[in-house]
């Protein structure tokens, strides 16, 4: 099994930024990619971002685009999350996600995560 632990999360003006860590481990976290995902009351969660177990691939969701970063620290098994110019309708539980092991590509949809993270609160006052 992975256990993934969220950090970071908080209240945060529009325009202001944040950064999210995850925290993996596990005996079975090898070359597995890790996403983030978020979710607005109401709303179905949605795909934020994902890394490749290299780092050299992400991919993002049109709304994150230009403003979020995700990275990762293998030696640290650790994602992140570098959210910038924050706006109130990014207010939501953001969960960090991993692929199964083996899975080392990315992936923009819930279904190819095998692990999920308890989540974190992100508000963003107006």
């Known amino acids: 099994q992975v256990q993934l632990v969220e950090s970071g999360g908080g209240l945060v003006q529009a325009g202001g930024s944040l950064r999210l860590s995850c925290a993996a481990s596990g005996r079975t976290f090898s070359r597995n990619a890790m996403g983030w995902f978020r979710q607005a009351p109401g709303k179905e969660r949605e795909f934020v971002a994902s890394?490749?177990?290299?780092?050299?691939?992400?991919g993002y969701a049109d709304s994150a685009k230009g403003r979020f970063t995700i990275s990762r620290d293998n030696a640290l098994n650790t994602a992140y999350l570098q959210m910038n110019s924050l706006k109130p309708e990014d207010t939501a539980v953001y969960y960090c996600t991993a692929r199964a092991p083996g899975e080392a590509n990315i992936a923009t949809s819930d279904y190819f995560y095998a692990y999920w993270g308890q989540g974190t609160q992100v508000t963003v006052s107006s």
């Open positions: 890394i490749s177990w290299s780092g050299g691939s992400t």
